[in-house]
């Protein structure tokens, strides 16, 4: 993409590295997932992973507010695609469960089942190690 002055503005050498472990997880996650799988459904699942993974439990709302405007209107439809099969969604992947609070049965928070697990662990180890 060019500048303001009409030059390209130079790639910086980190850049292949950080793309190549990029391109890992994305291929990762593009043989897991139906190929009617978007980058907003990745992202709010690589959120999910975060809190997860910090131990933080985390809500569909949380969710909305962390991604902002990047997951768009129907966050809800968004992530159906990572929860059990229904007869709605058939191809859903059980990568995540919802539990409720015992203190607000109103309050679900997203978890990863060991499914959801297992490939987030396999994108973690292609965004760290090099090809």
């Known amino acids: 993409m060019a500048s303001t002055q009409g030059t390209l503005e130079p790639l910086h050498s980190a850049s292949a590295s950080a793309f190549e472990h990029l391109a890992g997880a994305m291929q990762i996650v593009s043989e897991a997932c139906p190929a009617r799988a978007s980058v907003r459904q990745v992202l709010a ?3 999910i992973v975060y809190a ?5 439990q985390i809500t569909l709302s949380q969710v909305r507010e962390i991604a902002g405007e990047g997951l768009g209107q129907s966050i809800e439809r ?15 992947l059980g990568w ?11 309050r679900k928070y997203l ?9 987030a662990n396999e994108m ?4 760290t190690t090099l090809h």
């Open 78 to 92: 968004t992530i159906q695609l990572f929860f059990a099969p229904t007869k709605q969604v058939p191809d859903a």
């Open 111 to 119: 978890k990863l089942t060991a499914r959801g697990r297992k490939i």
């Open 45 to 47: 699942f690589s959120i």
């Open 96 to 106: 995540i469960e919802q539990e409720v609070d015992e203190d607000d049965r109103r």
């Open 124 to 127: 973690t180890k292609a965004l």
């Open 52 to 56: 997860n993974a910090m131990g933080r």
